[in-house]
């Protein structure tokens, strides 16, 4: 018989290595992958959004590797890269209702962190904290771990694994509602970078055309001479404010219906670019007036993009007409870039929460107070614009707001969250009613045109719009701008003034005309940028971004890049 072959050294060699490298050295290599494995089950909801997980982690990982080659240290970072990515977009989600996303990236400023550091006054010592924990633990896992890899195996991989993640997400790309849904942190932050490159090399942050023929001019400061006396301008943002009539089976107080209406008795519809939670899009459509969906994937950073960007809106057309400009603003300034954006726009003086001393959530009476006493710091020949962005019927309406207000409310008997925001919408509109006499007694003889708008529908109004439908239903209609989640309301009173009448001030209007309305309605002459848009406006029939899919909006904005009114975009 042939003698048994001897067997050759290197399996026991390899036993003998990886036993003479110890249990835990071992642990430190594997225990960030299993750490990362149980988030990915318990964070990730689907096989789609596991896969982008997975590829997400091979990248990071890869990485590291190809920088440090230890891959117990490599885990260790992506591990911890990946825990304060899920910890910041569950406190983003918190505060706006959306997860963290590529873009955040991509536009990090001096705002964000400031905004951060202010509602969280400790984070700054909480960081440092870490910083003292983190960097000997760093050193230690240096110098535990065992292994080194090859740096070029290592870069070749991660190319593998960006390459299949880019084809992954461009193959299947994650819809833009899912960005609302709190979970999946990873698979969605990494699959919006392959769309937000992509969207970013393709036509930058804006869409507009490419070359137009022809030129708008530059208007030059003080160079308007309204015929008539300029009144007073008054615009409230009157947050999430819409006519929950175009719902079906909803029980309604007595009388509901008549905050919505204008002086002449009117009832007219906007329409929002948003649903249930971005206010800064209508913000920066009633002040820019210009469409937030010209940003397409960008548009929910819209008012961080355009902050120092855009110097183009309602208020600079009022300043050129002599007005002062103001903005009382319910939040910290920094948040979304809201001061920054505000006065690119035009605002003069801007008072944010801790300019105007509120305390959590304040009542519309609140801002109307804060208003009246600016204004009567300021001599009656100067016309005044004053923005009030309204905070009171904000989300979330499980939990009644101010119990000692309106203590004869009683609830006509739908679901909870209903009647507390129907009981919220009959708090603001007396004091609304309220605001306008005291405007009359402590301006008595002085001509006031005030505009109000819903900002968008609240979070639940597609659930009783379509009460039959999924989720994923919902999200499609959202998607495709159903007209019937973005309709909300606009109104036009007036004190000691008589409206100017326009074709501009349509029944229906998108958002961006908002501002053209009011320059119309109180009577003052456009700018060229404005009578640009005037005639978009009615060949439109008060449609902007869809009308003619776009082209109109991405026309505008080339013509106010060509003027200078539009920078870096």
């Not at 119990?403 to 603001?428: F, K, T």
Request: charged share 20%; net charge positive; proline share 7%.
């Amino acid at each position: 018989m042939a003698p048994a072959p001897i067997p050759g050294p290197s399996a026991n060699v390899a036993a003998a290595g990886l036993a003479s490298v110890g249990v835990w050295r071992l642990l430190a290599v594997s225990a960030p992958h299993l750490a990362a494995l149980a988030i990915m089950l318990q964070t990730e909801t689907d096989l789609g959004s596991r896969i982008g997980f997975l590829l997400a982690w091979g990248i990071l990982n890869l990485f590291w590797i190809t920088l440090l080659r230890r891959p117990a240290l490599s885990g260790a970072l992506s591990l911890t890269l990946v825990i304060v990515l899920i910890l910041l977009s569950r406190l983003k989600h918190d505060i706006v209702q959306m997860t963290a996303n590529f873009v955040d990236i991509m536009i990090i400023d001096r705002d964000t962190a400031a905004f951060l550091f202010t509602i969280f006054p400790n984070l700054r010592w909480s960081v440092i904290g870490v910083g003292f924990v983190v960097v000997p633990l760093v050193y230690a896992l240096w110098r535990v771990d065992p292994f080194r890899i090859r740096r070029l195996p290592a870069l070749a991989c991660k190319l593998a694994c960006l390459a299949a993640l880019v084809g992954y997400s461009i193959t299947w790309p994650d819809e833009a509602w899912r960005g609302y849904y709190d979970d999946g942190y990873l698979s969605k932050f990494a699959r919006s970078g392959v769309t937000a490159v992509s969207d970013f090399v393709n036509y930058g942050f804006m869409e507009s055309d490419a070359v137009v023929t022809e030129r708008l001019k530059v208007p030059l400061l003080e160079s308007c001479h309204p015929a008539g006396r300029r009144p007073h301008i008054i615009m409230i943002h009157d947050e999430s404010s819409f006519d929950i009539r175009q719902a079906q089976a909803i029980k309604l107080p007595a009388g509901y219906g008549a905050h919505f209406k204008s002086l002449d008795g009117k009832e007219r519809k906007f329409l929002a670019e948003s649903n249930g939670g971005p206010s800064w899009f209508t913000e920066y459509n009633v002040l820019a007036g210009l469409s937030s969906r010209s940003f397409g994937r960008f548009a929910y950073f819209v008012t961080r993009i355009a902050s120092g960007r855009v110097e183009r809106g309602l208020p600079l057309a009022l300043r050129r007409c002599g007005y002062n400009t103001t903005s009382l603003y319910p939040a910290y300034g920094a948040f979304m870039s809201a001061r920054g954006f505000q006065t690119s726009t035009g605002i003069q003086r801007f008072y944010d929460a801790r300019d105007l001393g509120t305390k959590q959530v304040e009542p519309d009476s609140f801002f109307y107070d804060k208003a009246m006493g600016l204004m009567a710091q300021e001599s009656p020949a100067t016309p005044q614009f004053m923005f009030i962005y309204l905070a009171a019927n904000h989300f979330p309406w499980e939990t009644r707001f101010r119990p000692e207000l309106m203590p004869s409310w009683r609830n006509p008997g739908n679901e909870p969250i209903v009647d507390e925001y129907l009981r919220r919408q009959a708090i603001s509109a007396d004091d609304y009613r309220a605001f306008i006499a005291g405007l009359k007694k402590k301006f008595p003889g002085q001509p006031f045109l005030i505009v109000r708008y819903g900002d968008h529908q609240p979070e639940f109004s597609p659930h009783i719009l379509d009460p039959g439908l999924d989720e994923a239903g919902i999200g499609k209609k959202l998607e495709h701008y159903d007209p019937r989640y973005y309709a909300t309301y606009y109104a036009i009173d007036t004190i000691s003034f008589e409206p100017v009448k326009s074709p501009a001030v349509m029944d229906t209007i998108d958002g961006p005309y908002l501002p053209l309305v009011i320059q119309e309605a109180a009577g003052i002459p456009l700018d060229p940028s404005f009578e640009e848009q005037k005639k978009i406006m009615l060949r439109c029939k008060g449609l902007f971004y869809s009308c003619k899919q776009g082209a109109e909006a991405r026309r505008f904005n080339r013509l106010l890049i060509d003027a200078g009114l539009i920078r870096g975009l």
